[in-house]
């Protein structure tokens, strides 16, 4: 459950800090987010321990909880007094209003949610791996019915941690997940911080009535603005997939709605078999409910999946409702939401049912890349490659150069490395549109015929988009050599 959002022009989030219940997962939580976004992760408990030479239940037990609270508000000013950091509180901290406060004044804090038989159960894990009893790591549930005691805290301290710029019940949910829809939330909102990174990059490219691809760190929270001065209908209709939808979606939805937008969503399963026929009728269906008419636009969010299928839908809904393509992989933010290509798949092979429709708008927000899993995130370089390889070796030579802090998103480097290959498939389609005979479309094909063969003979199962087309590039190389075409 998210709070309201804010106003873009809000400042950068440069702290996060986790509370609530002792097993909610604060630590492991925001060991992975600091890993995640590059950051520092501090324990305050652990610099308690280590600043008093005593471990927490010794400070308890000699000083009392009196002191130890004392020492807690200290390392807590202490923490967020650094910059660039994830702060794991002690389940207590909240107690004291003035902590409370000040993390809320100092940086973005999000309550991590469990139920009070879930909470135990971790907390009793960890101390029976250390072969220890769960009083003598958590001192507040030492004695009988230690499910009582967690139950009687949480029910003291729930109204502190609703007090948290967001919430979110961890019960169900691995560390990395939670970590990602964190980063996913203060993306949405644009106060994800890219150290060292310039302004947003607009191309304009002149394809159908002409359109903007915008590529920036942040760019996603400029949405609503950028929707509001194409003077579009307040109604939107946006399509997403499961794997990104509950990342992204509720905090996407409430700052439309702040807007004066009213936006519905729709979602379909991650993954290639969803650029089908039935998925295309149920997207249809939703909106012939709904009664969508033409000029309100249909968004699609996610991956070139979401990109093609809903493309193809706004292509086909009434002869045409203007579509903004928000694109969250690597291979839809250089290749698939550029140049108007939206397509389902047929059993016989990818692709064949589509058409050329041009998007009313592109932003792309390198910051998502954050939130991919490994795999995914590696092979969206295929398609860049394959514009360096193809089109333009300097290009080519700055990705060998900065591969390390490509495959790390870092910021600066990953922003402009897009931008660049937004212009360079821009200034082919440009120049053909439709992929004519001979045309210099052609070109971005490169890697594609064995590619889709691959995907198509193993059902889009085995193999992602980018490594087929790796291994399909590595193909055509190699039969040019052999025919004496390549070098």
């Known amino acids: 459950m998210d709070t309201p959002p804010r106003d873009a022009t809000a400042p950068d989030v440069n702290r996060i800090i986790l509370i609530g219940p002792t097993g909610a997962g604060k630590t492991t939580v925001g060991q992975a987010l600091a890993a995640l976004l590059g950051w520092r992760f501090l324990d305050l408990d652990t610099d308690i321990a280590e600043a008093s030479g005593m471990s927490i239940p010794a400070i308890f037990a000699a000083e009392g909880e009196a002191v130890f609270r004392e020492r807690e508000a200290a390392a807590l000013a202490g923490a967020l007094t650094r910059s660039r950091v994830v702060i794991a509180t002690g389940a207590g901290v909240v107690e004291r209003a003035e902590n409370l406060d000040r993390a809320l004044a100092a940086g973005w804090v999000v309550a991590l949610e469990a139920a009070p038989a879930t909470a135990l159960r971790r907390a009793e894990a960890e101390a029976a791996a250390q072969g220890r009893a769960v009083g003598d790591l958590r001192p507040m549930l030492e004695g009988p019915d230690a499910l009582a005691r967690c139950e009687a805290l949480a029910a003291r301290r729930q109204p502190h941690y609703a007090r948290a710029h967001e919430r979110i019940a961890t019960d169900d949910l691995a560390a990395e997940a939670v970590a990602a829809r964190i980063a996913a939330a203060l993306i949405a909102r644009g106060r994800l911080p890219g150290e060292g990174v310039g302004p947003g990059v607009t191309r304009h490219i002149s394809l159908g009535a002409g359109y903007d691809a915008v590529v920036g760190w942040g760019a996603l929270g400029e949405l609503p603005a950028r929707l509001a001065a194409l003077n579009l209908p307040p109604r939107l209709s946006l399509v997403t997939e499961s794997a990104v939808g509950p990342l992204y979606a509720a905090p996407l939805l409430e700052r439309l709605r702040a807007a004066g937008f009213t ?24 909106l012939a409910a709904r009664r969508i008419e ?15 299928l809903a493309g193809f839908a706004a292509a086909t809904w009434l002869r045409g409702l203007p579509l903004v393509q928000l694109p969250t992989s690597l291979l839809a933010q250089v290749d698939a939401s550029i140049g108007g290509k939206v397509a389902i798949d047929h059993p016989r092979g990818k692709n064949l049912i589509g058409a050329f429709y041009q998007p ?11 939130t991919l899993p490994t795999r995914q995130r590696i092979e969206g370089w295929a398609e860049v490659i394959k514009h360096g390889a193809a089109l333009d070796a300097a290009y080519f030579a700055a990705l060998e ?8 998103v870092e910021p600066d480097i990953t922003t402009s490395i897009i931008s660049g290959s937004v212009a360079i498939k821009a200034g082919i389609v440009e120049g053909d549109e439709r992929e ?13 015929t064995l590619g889709h063969a691959i995907e198509t003979v193993t059902g889009y199962r085995d193999w992602l988009h980018g490594e087929a087309i790796s291994a399909g590039m590595v193909f055509a190389a190699r039969l040019g050599q052999r025919i004496g075409v390549t070098p």
């Open 360 to 370: 009313r708008l592109v932003v792309a927000d390198p910051a998502t890349l954050l």
């Open 401 to 408: 150069r900065e591969a390390g802090a490509l495959l790390a």
């Open 263 to 286: 936006p519905e969503v729709y979602t379909v399963p991650a993954g290639e078999a969803s650029k089908s026929r039935a998925q295309l009728d149920a997207i249809h269906d939703w």
């Open 294 to 308: 033409r000029g309100e636009a249909l968004l699609a969010l996610g991956g070139g999946v979401v990109g093609d």
């Open 436 to 448: 004519g005979e001979g045309g210099r479309r052609a070109l971005l094909n490169f890697g594609h």
